[in-house]
């Protein structure tokens, strides 16, 4: 019989086999727990919620980009859904719950201005519009904002040839108009006090006439009414350029301060949106109603609000867009609310009284 090299199968040592490890999704075995993971989306909605909350703190230098986040603010509201499904993808419940942080505070900035209720009725409604200097239809424009049947309209980019066909065009509704350069405003009721409102950049040209003022005899008493238009802004390899506009803006915040009539009332293509540190001067002294919303620039595919109905000594509401016409902006429609007047002082409401019936 021959002899078998090495243990036979019934003397060799048995294995211990090692137990089985069920593998752990998205990593190896032992990898972190779903609230230990997803720690940099959780950092990256707790920066989204402090840049809504905290948008002042972001520097304007270099490039003024303070002003260009104030300017397209709303849009921080898309983290949301991104970091919902990243954080979903990744199985992190740290970072579930940290995506309501951000959601929690675009939810009180801009859902529930607009989910409150507004006043059933208005002293006067306002309709701002920039109406294009390369207009291709004024008299579709006039005769589509003559529709809403407003108690203003307030027009800037007029040019010489567009301006007879809105003069001809608003004349029925709107007997009374004043025309400072390229804004002007139309009225259901007698304007007094009409003058250039100076709000020109150091270093341009004279003919630069983009505001005015003027005293509307309104139903509700007198009211001071502002048109503006602000210079434009422009983003470049410097960054967001906003000199001009920021010291214009600086001289109508000026003129607003300055107003001694009581009720007050602004209307214009401002270049920015109510957040932006730039409007400051103006902003910090006039109710503008809710947010952002609605959009009003670009006309086709609108990403902002640029174009503003203001008060002052009243509540602005119901605050939306037109539809389309031949401009690149849409037309904005606001009701505005007054409150009890105030005492009168300095001479603002006699100047008027001497002046009272200047139409043109």
Do not use: C
Request: hydrophobic fraction near 40%.
């Amino acid at each position: 019989m021959d002899q078998v090299n090495g243990p036979t199968a019934a003397t060799a040592p048995r294995r211990r086999l090692r137990p089985l490890r069920r593998p752990v999704r998205g990593g190896e075995p032992g990898d972190r727990s779903a609230w230990t993971r997803g720690r940099v989306l959780s950092g990256l909605a707790a920066l989204s919620a402090l840049l809504l909350v905290f948008h002042r703190a972001v520097p304007n230098t270099p490039g003024r980009l303070g002003s260009l986040l104030e300017t397209f603010l709303p849009w921080l509201g898309l983290a949301v859904p991104l970091l919902l499904v990243s954080a979903l993808l990744r199985r992190s419940a740290l970072a579930l719950v940290a995506v309501t942080l951000p959601a929690a505070v675009w939810g009180v900035a801009y859902v529930d201005p607009l989910l409150s209720e507004d006043a059933e009725a208005y002293d006067l409604v306002a309709v701002q519009h920039n109406v294009s200097d390369v207009n291709p239809d004024p008299l579709a424009t006039a005769r589509a904002l003559a529709r809403e049947q407003a108690d203003l309209i307030a027009l800037e980019e007029l040019t010489p040839a567009s301006l007879p066909v809105y003069e001809k065009a608003l004349a029925r509704g709107y007997p009374h108009r004043a025309v400072e350069g390229s804004v002007g405003l139309w009225s259901r009721h007698p304007l007094s006090d009409i003058r250039p409102l100076d709000i020109r950049p150091e270093g341009v040209g004279e003919g630069w006439k983009r505001g005015l003022r003027s005293t509307a005899h309104t139903p509700v008493g007198e009211v001071a009414v502002l048109v503006a238009h602000l210079p434009s802004v422009r983003v470049g390899w410097h960054g967001f350029g906003t000199a001009r506009r920021d010291e214009s803006a600086d001289l109508l915040g000026s003129a607003v301060a300055g107003e001694q009539t009581d009720r007050l009332i602004l209307l214009g293509d401002l270049n920015s949106t109510v957040a932006d540190r730039g409007l400051s001067p103006v902003t910090s002294q006039l109710a503008h109603g809710p947010a952002d919303f609605p959009f009003s620039w670009p006309a086709g595919l609108p990403v902002s609000r640029i174009d503003h109905v203001m008060a002052r000594s009243g509540t602005v509401g119901a605050v939306r867009t037109l539809a389309a016409t031949g401009s690149d902006h849409l037309p904005v429609a606001a009701g505005i609310t007054f409150g009890p007047r105030r005492p009168p002082t300095g001479t603002a409401h006699g100047q008027d009284a001497r002046t009272a019936g200047h139409d043109r």
